[in-house]
């Protein structure tokens, strides 16, 4: 099974400032031939349930704002919120998608400063 | 509206069994691939079981293998997952979800808002 970490476990911005999370996974998740990454990322809000931001690491979700933006290839993803707005208040999951059985990262939370 | 709807979760002891649901509107159903993901009380994400738009191949992550079944109505757009010889590490919120078009092998693009599942004595 393709094992996913990410790092912080938890990290507290500023309003406006900028937050990154990292996302590794054990294997490449990078398929050759239609070179896209199945690395996928979701947003979840206290309560509610996961909402996808990004998929193939870097393509935004229709409807998400611009300041979610996704980067990465093979093992090693980023997920960068720009400037972090109070709805960004939520816990972010990657997801691999590459290889069965598909596996989420434990989770980042991100709060407020 | 494009929606998912899950029901059938409750407190079942543990052995038992359970059937959840799925109900989806407001898109194709039968053209999707669906998916359930799992997430215990104050735990991460985790993925269950996958099936195909015309129910041929389904898979699911080690743990639920040969406990769980997955499955699907297209006429009446709906998904199940039938739980068998439950235990107490499967108390979870089961959340329904949709499969970009394309294949198995995407993300996940839609998802209901979960039924809680409670295995206790």
């Known amino acids: 099974d393709i094992v996913m970490t990410q790092s912080p476990d938890s990290l507290a911005v500023s309003l406006g400032e900028r937050a990154t999370i990292n996302c590794k996974s054990s294997?490449?998740?990078?398929?050759?031939?239609?070179?896209?990454?199945?690395l996928a990322w979701y947003q979840q809000k206290t309560g509610q349930p996961p909402k996808l931001l990004i998929y193939?690491?870097?393509t935004r979700e229709s409807g998400v704002p611009d300041r979610f933006s996704g980067s990465g290839s093979g093992t090693d993803f980023t997920l960068t919120i720009s400037s972090l707005q109070a709805e960004d208040v939520a816990v972010y999951y990657c997801?691999?998608?590459?290889?069965?059985?598909?596996?989420f990262g434990p989770g980042t939370k991100v709060d407020i400063k | 509206e494009v929606q998912l709807v899950e029901s059938g979760g409750g407190l079942v002891q543990p052995g038992g069994s359970l059937r959840l649901s799925c109900a989806a509107s407001?898109?194709?159903?039968?053209?999707?691939?669906m998916t359930w993901v799992r997430q215990a009380p104050g735990k991460g994400l985790e993925w269950v079981a996958n099936?195909?738009?015309?129910?041929?191949?389904?898979y699911y992550v080690g743990s639920v293998k040969g406990r769980f079944t997955v499955s699907r109505d297209n006429a009446k757009n709906s998904l199940y997952l039938q739980m068998n010889s439950l235990r107490a590490e499967d108390t979870a919120l089961y959340y329904c979800?949709?499969?970009?078009?394309?294949?198995?092998?995407?993300?996940?693009?839609?998802w209901g808002r979960g039924t809680l599942v409670t295995v206790s004595s």
């Open positions: 407001g898109f194709t159903f039968s053209s999707y691939c």
């Open positions: 294997q490449s998740v990078l398929y050759s031939s239609n070179n896209k990454n199945y």
């Open positions: 099936i195909k738009p015309d129910g041929s191949e389904k």
């Open positions: 193939w690491a870097s």
């Open positions: 997801q691999q998608h590459y290889s069965i059985p598909f596996t």
């Open positions: 979800a949709r499969v970009d078009l394309g294949s198995i092998y995407y993300h996940l693009d839609l």
